[in-house]
């Protein structure tokens, strides 16, 4: 039996001990994406769930809205927003890594919030079934837990090439500047 996280002994795997386990008591938040909201995930009664403005509108209504908005009328989910200079981190680093146009703005700022906890020294995990948010918190070294899925094993980094005449570039532009042809994204070798 590993240690989570929290440094406790649990027998869930470690990532996960903060997100199934109610006995658990550490002061470990755990930053919400819209994946794990709408993987049906239930809110312990303690106030350690974080989500921004950004993820609350992506939920748009129906019952995981409502989840969302009873939990944090009961106290035990926030809204917060990440400083600019995290959101500006977070987008070079999506950039670098060609994920810039896979991640949505509520992806932006979730992963975001993460960092700035992780640069404050707060303990905190980000709760994520997309892969490509993944990504960006290994490369940024975030504690990040998949819910339903397996997670991803390494950082990837993309590139396009081109369908016509499978011209590669590092940037995603419209159209190839060689034969016109659209691009596809494809995971860059060695990367």
């Given at each position: ?134 990504n960006i918190a290994k490369a940024l070294s975030i504690n990040y837990a998949a819910i339903t899925e397996k997670g991803i094993s390494k ?37």
């Open positions: 039996m590993d240690p989570c996280l929290c440094n406790r002994r649990h027998s869930l795997p470690s990532p996960l001990c903060p997100l199934l386990n109610r006995s658990c008591r550490c002061d470990m938040k755990i930053v919400l994406d819209t994946s794990a909201i709408l993987s049906g995930m239930n809110f312990s009664d303690d106030n350690r769930y974080l989500i921004t403005e950004n993820v609350k509108r992506e939920l748009k209504r129906g019952e995981d809205l409502m989840r969302v908005e009873m939990a944090e009328k009961e106290g035990v989910l926030r809204v917060a927003e990440p400083k600019e200079r995290y959101v500006a981190a977070v987008r070079r680093k999506a950039e670098a890594l060609g994920e810039d146009r896979a991640l949505s703005e509520a992806d932006i700022s979730t992963l975001s919030l993460a960092l700035e906890l992780r640069e404050k020294g707060e303990e905190a995990v980000l709760a994520t079934d997309d892969y490509g948010i993944q950082v990837l980094t993309w590139h396009y090439v081109c369908l016509g005449c499978g011209q590669g570039y590092d940037r995603d532009i419209k159209l190839c500047e060689i034969c016109g042809s659209k691009l596809k994204r494809r995971v860059k070798r060695g990367g």
